[in-house]
């Protein structure tokens, strides 16, 4: 297998973007990527979708995207994973890379949420549940995460505000980043007196769904110094699944997806926890924020609230979190989170992270999980 | 070695419930998807059945919130109705014990 670098990164504004669609969003950041490598093509395009189908009417979106991005005529094909999208989709590249079966890969995600909105695109949106067993009984993602939230608190005795320093953490990061959805601060406090959605999540825990397209194009770690003056290599990779169904979890409050992917991504990248400079995790509610830094390692199963409490999680902290604000803040595109995270970490280890910068970061750890922990991808990336 | 292969029988095979349980954990769901928004908010939980299985299911016929640790039991009930014709779709809810 090859060593493979990102060598371009391209991404759009995460917001509400009703004047554009999935094919202009795309193109954008297609663009913007090839621009960054200085490439005019590449010879696989992977697209990363969740909600196409449900929410834009629209799947076969591969084709749309390449014409659109001006690559008419290469490989190319898409990748569901609900939230993970993104993260299946970088592997997907970085497997064609590795392999030899192409020379260079562009991986783009793309989400349209705005499509619909209201009680519509609550009811899209359920298509990632367990249909059978989930979703007809009404659930949503965020009771489901609810659920798990309530558990979390009872089983460990903490309370409600022990999870507002993971939203008041990205909304810090997220109010610096011109990319970001949702640019203003969260005052301590604030967090337990938001409107609820389906209790204990609010308003202000649960990442808001957005529009956006991120891009980041792969080739080879040999190819890639000849090619662009910072590339950033990918040297560890992991992936993992669980049950789909919350209920069908024999240890509710232990995410082993996210905890076998983090293993597998270390153990190749030959890299201890304590390495690494910076976490883009999948914090789509604070509880699987939380969930997410005790499976991977980071924190003593029941205290991963602890690390968003002490300042750990701060850029400036032992270990930042959502540097440029994570699904919260940023919001999550949700196909295309998966691949902002890897263009955000690219500029945190070229050091262009302007005013989110984190100190000297030379590794960065990226995890990309689908709905509560039923897939999960994780990439260790470094200078 | 990764869990890709299993034993066939583990969780997929038959079994028959006696419909009782407890609550393991609950929500009230305010923003509910569209054929649902009739009934929110409504409560949303996690039933450990006596037989040791976990179900997803609405909790029904409540005056008051529930609490984790209380016993209820299945019973039949609408969940939705679907197209334009508002076909019944028929399911389990549970309910604090009847006695």
Redesign the interface.
């Known amino acids: 297998m090859r060593d493979v670098a990102i060598i371009g990164i391209g991404q759009t504004p995460v917001g509400e973007h009703w004047q554009l669609g999935l094919r202009d969003l795309a193109a954008d950041a297609a663009q913007a990527a090839l621009q960054d490598a200085g490439i005019d093509s590449v010879e696989s395009l992977i697209v990363a979708n969740a909600f196409g189908a449900t929410i834009s009417s629209q799947s076969h979106l591969a084709p749309l995207v390449a014409d659109f991005a001006g690559l008419r005529g290469v490989e190319t094909f898409a990748v569901e994973a609900a939230e993970a999208s993104g993260g299946a989709a970088l592997r997907a590249g970085v497997m064609a890379v590795a392999s030899g079966a192409v020379e260079t890969a562009l991986v783009l995600g793309v989400e349209k949420a705005s499509d619909m909105i209201g009680?519509?695109r609550?009811?899209a949106?359920?298509v990632s549940l367990d249909a059978d067993?989930?979703?007809?009984?009404?659930?949503?993602l965020?009771?489901?995460a609810?659920?798990?939230m309530?558990?979390y608190m009872?089983e460990y005795g903490v309370e409600l505000a022990a999870f507002e320093g993971f939203s008041i953490n990205a909304h810090a990061n997220g109010a610096k980043n011109p990319n970001a959805m949702y640019r203003n601060l969260i005052k301590p406090g604030a967090f337990g007196k938001a409107p609820?959605?389906?209790?204990?999540?609010s308003l202000f825990d649960g990442a808001p769904d957005a529009d956006g397209a991120a891009a980041v194009i792969l080739t080879t770690a040999e190819r890639a110094g000849d090619l662009v003056p910072q590339p950033v290599r990918i040297i560890g990779g992991g992936a993992?699944s669980d049950t789909l169904?919350?209920?069908?979890?024999d240890d509710?409050l232990w995410l082993r997806a996210v905890e076998?992917s983090t293993e597998q991504a270390l153990q190749r990248a030959a890299v201890a926890r304590e390495q690494i400079n910076l976490v883009e995790l999948t914090d789509t509610f604070t509880i699987l924020a939380a969930l997410s830094l005790e499976a991977s390692g980071f924190a003593p199963r029941g205290e991963g609230w602890r690390l968003a409490q002490d300042g750990s999680i701060g850029l400036a902290g032992r270990l930042p979190i959502s540097t440029f604000g994570g699904l919260k803040s940023r919001g999550n595109p949700v196909g295309a989170t998966g691949v902002y995270q890897a263009v955000e970490a690219v500029l945190q280890l070229r050091g262009a992270g302007g005013a989110n910068q984190v100190p000297n970061a030379q590794i960065a750890m990226i995890q990309s999980v689908g709905g509560l922990g039923s897939t999960a991808f994780t990439h260790i990336l470094s200078t | 070695m990764s869990e890709t292969r299993r034993p066939a029988a583990l969780p997929h095979e038959r079994q028959a419930f006696a419909g009782t349980g407890e609550i393991v954990s609950f929500t009230t769901v305010r923003e509910a998807p569209e054929g649902y928004e009739d009934q929110a908010p409504y409560v949303l939980a996690l039933v450990r059945l006596d037989e040791g299985q976990m179900i997803t299911a609405q909790i029904t016929d409540l005056e008051d919130l529930p609490a984790i640790g209380d016993r209820v039991e299945m019973v039949t009930r609408k969940l939705t109705t679907e197209g334009p014709r508002g076909m019944i779709v028929y399911g389990y809810k549970f309910r604090k014990p009847v006695t």
Do not use: H, W
């Not at chain 1, 609820?196 to 999540?201: E, K, L, R, S, T």
């Open positions: 009680a519509a609550v009811r949106r359920t067993d989930e979703a007809v009984q009404g659930a949503t965020p009771a489901l609810a659920l798990l309530r558990r009872v609820m959605i389906a209790d204990p999540v993992s169904a919350l209920a069908e979890r509710l076998r």
